[in-house]
């Protein structure tokens, strides 16, 4: 089956580093997304990476290693307004996105 | 409208009753979707269509129905409501299929089946 793997729940403070992985198992690859969804809202495009490696835009950054089936967020300098699920999902051989479901970050100040 | 618009934005409703939830989309998006959103699961695919004309089922279908009739509306409908049905629900559009092809997500709507 298609399965993808990310933690529940992570805890970090304003201004620091935090890093959400995600590990996947699917039928056929065709990318790897990350969307962030406030809570009562809906989600938001973050990222893309269909290549081996890392993609920066401004504070957030992913990484991707197909061999490993692994992906990561990677949230510098963080702000209360990033308390927020970190959404994984990967596009199987059929062109659909199979969803994490989803980490929550808390920040504290 | 800018975007993707849902309606109604939250609906009780009594099993066995007949629902439709609408979606439209500006953004001339050849590809659209409808998702359930359950606590603890992921996003899990209902129905989605590659083009207006097109339709087709993707992880739980049963119990659910769309129509594309045109690029901007696709509507979904829940013939007769079962309490399992109670979920959030969110419609999304694409440019098209191919992977780089992020999708526009709509406000959702919040069903409770009761």
């Known amino acids: 089956g298609q399965n993808i793997d990310q933690p529940t729940e992570m805890t970090a403070t304003e201004g620091a580093i935090v890093q959400i992985n995600c590990t996947y198992q699917t039928s056929g690859f065709n990318g790897l997304f990350w969307y962030q969804q406030h809570a009562g809202e809906a989600p938001t495009f973050l990222s893309y990476n269909v290549l081996d490696g890392l993609e920066e835009k401004g504070r957030f950054s992913s990484f991707l290693s197909r061999s490993k089936g692994y992906s990561y967020l990677l949230l510098k300098e963080l702000q209360m307004k990033d308390s927020a699920s970190y959404l994984c999902a990967v596009m199987d051989s059929n062109y659909q996105l199979i969803w994490g479901a989803g980490t929550k970050l808390i920040i504290k100040p | 409208i800018a975007g993707i618009t849902q309606a109604p934005t939250s609906q009780i409703l009594a099993a066995g009753r007949r629902m439709t939830l609408r979606c439209t989309q500006d953004m001339r998006h050849n590809a659209m979707y409808w998702y359930r959103q359950d606590l603890g699961l992921g996003l899990r695919l209902i129905h989605y269509?590659?083009?207006?004309?097109?339709?087709g089922k993707g992880e739980v279908p049963d119990g659910y129905s769309v129509s594309r009739a045109n690029t901007d509306d696709f509507p979904l409908t829940l013939a007769s409501a079962v309490p399992s049905q109670t979920s959030v629900y969110f419609c999304?559009?694409?440019?098209?299929?191919?992977?780089?092809?992020?999708?526009?997500f709509g406000p959702g709507t919040r069903l409770t089946v009761l």
């Open positions: 999304a559009s694409s440019e098209g299929l191919a992977g780089d092809n992020e999708q526009f």
């Open positions: 269509s590659n083009t207006a004309g097109t339709t």
